[in-house]
């Protein structure tokens, strides 16, 4: 059996186990809905009061509030396994993944497909398709295309991200809850154009948590409009391709976690 | 009232324990708060609308929140929750104290510990490298020190209203968590209250939530003059009571049909 239909059959287990308790499923579902939908509330609350940003619309916000969101709740729904991954780690349970002989990345990926994240999800969709009708574009072909190559990259960078947080738990047992602050706030953080943050900010953003690049750069791009910055159309075209080499450089280090891992025996 | 006192002591000691997770979240909230202030920064300096609160008064709100970030329930006492879950709260009937008044102190320090150990530290760095000022006088300071242990009361009657709640949704985790949102939106803590739409003051003044947060800050801030601190206090008792009322009536019902999981 390959990789994929694997991972396919560990989905519908999931998935199957889930509607088990389907009351359950829709009152979640229905809580991160209005949870992400009152996140967006408060960007509209603030370009009602203030009219613009910067020179960035309410619409233009939206179009990067959408792609992160989207590309989150990709990742966010399969990041369940490693969220685990400390307890796994302390009991000595990861032993029992390594014996198999699959990836360890795809087995904990599969452990749990997260359905309510289903509603950042369809928030985040909803939001997309109202800022592109609002900003009363002509989508061209390779608009388009650049919107789902940032988003995806996106998706990649926050996979590659709980990826690197589990890989911490090697050492420490625990995986890190700092880097919540970077998932969730790099969310936040994300949805705003560069320019209104510091210097030192911005380059955090574009160098170590590069998510600048999978939204900022390509909406610079697909809404046509000049960086103050100073980057160039073909770098804010190919900057979602950062996201994937975030993606493999964490798959490398998690080997070199599990090349480090010895069983607490327990 | 000594059996409630030592629930609150011995819950509030097993609390403080968790001292690696307090240093996690202190990293977390200083990202968050700076991140949150140059975005409203920017919203503020960038346009020519005037803000209803000056810069340094928004960072310093900033700041309270996220010390005080603890303070608002968006979680529910997990121990009750299992008790609940499990038919263990049997037992809990048989205490000799009276439940509600139980539950409330064991709220009390699930609210208190993790406040304390989480706001001094924040205040201390804020402080010091963020901007963040002291209280706008001493009348302030002092206003905003009585509208906070009144806030302390109602959120932890709030709280209770979401842990009784358990008794009739046992897997209500969505519903808590739609709750918890909701609160802490209106609270002013995601984004602060002042900056909201002109028509939606009246209605955020009229819930609880603005007075765990909002109120407090605006006095500490000078949004609001030290002498309003009696109005605000008004206004917390009164949601105090009619939520207290409210719980007990939810709490009896609850008891009533209660039926006792496992065995």
Same mark, same amino acid.
């Given at each position: 059996?390959?990789?994929?239909?694997?991972?396919?059959?560990?989905?519908?287990?999931?998935?199957?186990?889930?509607?088990?308790?389907?009351?359950?499923?829709?009152?979640?579902?229905?809580?991160?809905?209005?949870?992400?939908?009152?996140?967006?509330?408060?960007?509209?609350?603030?370009?009602?009061?203030?009219?613009? +940003?910067?020179?960035?619309?309410?619409?233009?916000?939206?179009?990067?509030?959408?792609?992160?969101?989207?590309?989150?709740?990709?990742?966010?729904?399969?990041?369940?396994?490693?969220?685990?991954?400390?307890?796994?780690?302390?009991?000595?349970?990861?032993?029992?993944?390594?014996?198999?002989?699959?990836?360890?990345?795809?087995?904990?990926?599969?452990?749990?497909?997260?359905?309510?994240?289903?509603?950042?999800?369809?928030?985040?969709?909803?939001?997309?398709?109202?800022?592109?009708?609002?900003?009363?574009?002509?989508?061209?072909?390779?608009?388009?295309?650049?919107?789902?190559?940032?988003?995806?990259?996106?998706?990649?960078?926050?996979?590659? +991200?709980?990826?690197?947080?589990?890989?911490?738990?090697?050492?420490?047992?625990?995986?890190?809850?700092?880097?919540?602050?970077?998932?969730?706030?790099?969310?936040?953080?994300?949805?705003?154009?560069?320019?209104?943050?510091?210097?030192?900010?911005?380059?955090?953003?574009?160098?170590?948590?590069?998510?600048?690049?999978?939204?900022?750069?390509?909406?610079?791009?697909?809404?046509?409009?000049?960086?103050?910055?100073?980057?160039?159309?073909?770098?804010?075209?190919?900057?979602?391709?950062?996201?994937?080499?975030?993606?493999?450089?964490?798959?490398?280090?998690?080997?070199?976690?599990?090349?480090?891992?010895?069983?607490?025996?327990? | 009232?000594?059996?409630?006192?030592?629930?609150?002591?011995?819950?509030? &000691?097993?609390?403080?324990?968790?001292?690696?997770?307090?240093?996690?979240?202190?990293?977390?909230?200083?990202?968050?708060?700076?991140?949150?202030?140059?975005?409203?920064?920017?919203?503020?300096?960038?346009?020519?609308?005037?803000?209803?609160?000056?810069?340094?008064?928004?960072?310093?709100?900033?700041?309270?929140?996220?010390?005080?970030?603890?303070?608002?329930?968006?979680?529910?006492?997990?121990?009750?929750?299992?008790?609940?879950?499990?038919?263990?709260?049997?037992? @809990?009937?048989?205490?000799?104290?009276?439940?509600?008044?139980?539950?409330?102190?064991?709220?009390?320090?699930?609210?208190?510990?993790?406040?304390?150990?989480?706001?001094?530290?924040?205040?201390?760095?804020?402080?010091?490298?963020?901007?963040?000022?002291?209280? @706008?006088? &001493?009348?302030?300071?002092?206003?905003?020190?009585?509208?906070?242990?009144?806030?302390?009361?109602?959120?932890?009657?709030?709280?209770?209203?979401?842990?009784?709640?358990?008794?009739?949704?046992?897997?209500?985790?969505?519903?808590?968590?739609?709750?918890?949102?909701?609160?802490?939106?209106?609270?002013?803590?995601?984004?602060?209250?002042?900056?909201?739409?002109?028509?939606?003051?009246?209605?955020?003044?009229?819930?609880?939530?603005?007075?765990?947060?909002?109120?407090?800050?605006?006095?500490?801030?000078?949004?609001?003059?030290?002498?309003?601190?009696?109005?605000?206090?008004?206004?917390?008792?009164?949601?105090?009571?009619?939520?207290?009322?409210?719980?007990?009536?939810?709490?009896?019902?609850?008891?009533?049909?209660?039926?006792?999981?496992?065995?």
């Amino acid at each position: 059996m390959n990789s994929f239909r694997l991972y396919y059959r560990y989905l519908a287990i999931s998935i199957r186990g889930q509607m088990q308790y389907r009351a359950s499923f829709l009152t979640q579902t229905l809580g991160t809905l209005a949870a992400t939908g009152i996140e967006f509330l408060s960007i509209w609350a603030l370009f009602h009061r203030f009219g613009t +940003l910067h020179g960035w619309t309410l619409p233009e916000v939206a179009l990067m509030y959408g792609m992160v969101n989207v590309a989150f709740s990709l990742t966010d729904a399969m990041s369940r396994g490693f969220d685990a991954f400390g307890r796994m780690v302390r009991t000595g349970d990861f032993d029992r993944l390594l014996l198999r002989p699959r990836s360890t990345v795809l087995q904990l990926a599969g452990q749990e497909l997260t359905m309510r994240r289903i509603g950042r999800f369809s928030q985040g969709i909803v939001v997309l398709i109202w800022a592109m009708h609002q900003l009363q574009m002509s989508w061209s072909f390779l608009q388009i295309g650049l919107l789902v190559a940032a988003t995806l990259g996106g998706a990649c960078f926050f996979f590659g +991200l709980i990826v690197l947080q589990a890989t911490t738990a090697f050492w420490t047992v625990e995986s890190l809850e700092m880097f919540n602050a970077f998932t969730y706030g790099g969310v936040y953080a994300s949805q705003y154009p560069m320019t209104i943050y510091r210097g030192w900010f911005r380059r955090l953003m574009t160098y170590v948590i590069p998510l600048a690049t999978v939204t900022y750069f390509p909406a610079l791009a697909i809404l046509g409009r000049p960086d103050p910055l100073g980057t160039r159309l073909l770098f804010q075209c190919l900057s979602p391709l950062i996201g994937v080499a975030f993606l493999l450089i964490a798959f490398q280090v998690w080997k070199i976690g599990v090349r480090h891992y010895c069983s607490t025996g327990s | 009232m000594k059996g409630y006192w030592s629930t609150m002591r011995a819950r509030f &000691l097993t609390l403080l324990q968790y001292r690696a997770a307090a240093v996690a979240g202190l990293f977390c909230q200083t990202f968050f708060g700076l991140v949150m202030i140059m975005i409203y920064s920017a919203f503020i300096s960038s346009s020519k609308a005037p803000s209803p609160m000056s810069l340094p008064q928004m960072i310093t709100y900033i700041w309270l929140g996220q010390a005080l970030f603890q303070l608002l329930p968006w979680g529910i006492d997990g121990d009750i929750a299992t008790l609940i879950r499990g038919g263990n709260v049997a037992y @809990e009937l048989l205490r000799p104290l009276d439940l509600y008044g139980y539950w409330y102190a064991r709220t009390l320090a699930q609210r208190t510990a993790p406040t304390l150990l989480r706001s001094v530290p924040m205040v201390i760095i804020a402080m010091l490298c963020f901007g963040m000022r002291p209280p @706008e006088s &001493l009348a302030a300071g002092a206003a905003f020190a009585l509208a906070l242990l009144g806030a302390l009361l109602l959120t932890c009657a709030l709280n209770m209203i979401m842990v009784i709640s358990m008794m009739w949704t046992l897997t209500g985790e969505g519903m808590i968590y739609l709750i918890g949102t909701v609160a802490m939106f209106c609270s002013g803590i995601v984004l602060p209250l002042p900056l909201f739409p002109d028509w939606a003051q009246p209605v955020l003044r009229a819930l609880p939530f603005s007075a765990v947060y909002d109120a407090p800050f605006r006095l500490y801030t000078g949004l609001l003059p030290p002498e309003a601190v009696i109005g605000i206090l008004a206004r917390q008792f009164v949601w105090i009571v009619v939520l207290v009322f409210f719980g007990r009536l939810l709490l009896a019902r609850g008891c009533r049909k209660l039926v006792v999981q496992g065995g």
